[in-house]
């Protein structure tokens, strides 16, 4: 450790109820949701954000659940590529975009009507609270230096 870097915190230990209450909210997002689109929704977002920690996770967690090497690798291009995703997955990866990169003019319209055609208005809000939570955790790894390769969810 340099003299320019410190220990940081152990966010699940600092603040066990914030950390409960957002595996909770990760938990109901997901519920109903095809595994194959939440691992791919994490991985975009994962990238958008450049955390390291959370795409390796996710790409790891995609390969046991049987996603493909090649749709893997085509998640960051996948405007080039749409031909390796079903329309209600290039929907929900646009939706991501959209919605974790807020900041560069908001959800359009024409972004969200796409989703809504492909998801039921219940499947659309845990859709983008899947989207939300993945933003948290991406931060929550990005702010506490969280190390690429490991998983707290297996370590205790």
């Known amino acids: 450790m340099t003299n ?3 220990k940081r915190l152990d966010f699940a230990k600092s603040a066990p109820k914030a950390f409960k209450a957002l595996i909770g909210f990760d938990t109901a997002a997901r519920e109903g949701l095809d595994p194959a689109l939440v691992e791919l929704v994490q991985i975009r977002a ?4 450049g955390c390291a920690y959370c795409l390796h996770m996710h790409t790891t967690d995609a390969r ?3 996603e493909s090497e090649e749709r893997l690798h085509m998640v960051q291009v996948w405007r080039e590529a749409r031909g390796f995703f079903t329309e209600a997955e290039l929907a929900a990866l646009e939706l991501t ?9 908001g959800v359009p319209a024409d ?4 989703a809504a ?3 039921a208005e219940p499947e659309l809000a845990r859709l983008l609270a899947l989207i939300f939570t993945i ?3 991406n931060r929550i790894a990005l702010s506490t230096a969280k190390v690429p390769g ?3 969810r297996t370590a205790a």
């Open 111 to 114: 972004v969200y009507a796409r």
């Open 135 to 137: 933003n948290t955790w």
């Open 97 to 105: 975009e959209a919605v974790t990169l807020v900041s560069h003019g």
């Open 4 to 6: 320019n870097e410190m």
């Open 117 to 119: 055609e492909h998801f």
């Open 46 to 49: 994962s990238q958008l954000n």
């Open 64 to 66: 046991k659940a049987g």
């Open 150 to 152: 490991t998983d707290e």
